[in-house]
């Protein structure tokens, strides 16, 4: 199947500095990703939508200017959290999904999540 | 408001038994769905979907139940295995409506299946 990867998988960052997470297809073009956030015991929850080429498109309560998205090429998009706070402590997962026609219904495939810790 | 919700945090079955994990959505214009299934450290991985227009999909020991007039669909594993203990995520897809695809997900069932 299609493979996602993220890096870093763990980052633990001091109060205030800024943070950037990577998602890269590896074997296909992602024309939408996603990224989502998992509290703990919480579901997944996204926070925007991304296509390459355009500005990302943010859900309700998440702010652009703290959550910084770039989708600069087909097979990657980077999530920048800025001035990072305890409370951005979280799980961060991104997917891609495959399909050239980009019908909704596409698979979406996650990456294996970064883990936020900010002290 | 939790629009997607799978009401059992946790289940445990027996190797060989089935495995029934239940979730209800409350959106109507939700109209596809799929369920996911997780381990720890790692991203979902897609395991089985379902049109609204279908009741039904089966693939290999997973089976998708959608029952539309009660907004509640079911994932059944039979025989579970041992390798089947993660988190079942279920999420749904507001096609209609110009969606992009995004996925809203359940809190999670996790699963585990004892030798």
């Known amino acids: 199947g299609a493979v996602v990867s993220q890096h870093p998988s763990r980052v633990i960052c001091k109060s205030g500095t800024s943070v950037k997470i990577e998602c890269r297809s590896l074997d296909f073009q992602a024309t939408t990703m996603f990224w989502y956030r998992q509290f703990p015991k919480q579901s997944l929850m996204l926070m925007a939508t991304?296509?390459?080429?355009?500005?990302?498109?943010?859900e309700q309560g998440v702010e652009k200017d703290k959550f910084l998205i770039n989708h600069a090429s087909l097979t990657l998009s980077t999530l920048t959290v800025t001035s990072a706070h305890p409370e951005d402590s979280s799980f961060y997962i991104c997917?891609?999904?495959?399909?050239?026609?980009?019908?909704?219904?596409?698979?979406?495939?996650f990456g294996p999540g970064t883990r936020l810790t900010v002290l | 408001d939790q629009q997607v919700k799978q009401n059992s945090p946790s289940l445990s079955v027996q190797e060989g038994r089935i495995s029934i994990l239940n979730c209800d959505y409350t959106n109507s214009m939700f109209d596809y769905f799929l369920w996911y299934k997780k381990y720890p450290a790692e991203g979902p991985t897609f395991l089985i979907s379902?049109?609204?227009?279908?009741d039904k999909n089966e693939d290999g020991r997973f089976t998708v139940f959608l029952n539309k007039s009660a907004k509640h669909l079911s994932l059944h594993i039979v025989p579970s295995q041992p390798g089947d203990s993660a988190v079942y995520f279920c999420a749904a897809i507001p096609v209609l409506g110009g969606s992009q695809g995004n996925l809203i997900f359940g809190k999670g069932t996790k699963l585990s299946v004892k030798p």
């Open positions: 997917s891609a999904r495959a399909g050239l026609e980009r019908s909704p219904t596409d698979t979406q495939y």
């Open positions: 991304s296509n390459e080429g355009s500005k990302a498109t943010y």
């Open positions: 379902i049109s609204s227009i279908k």
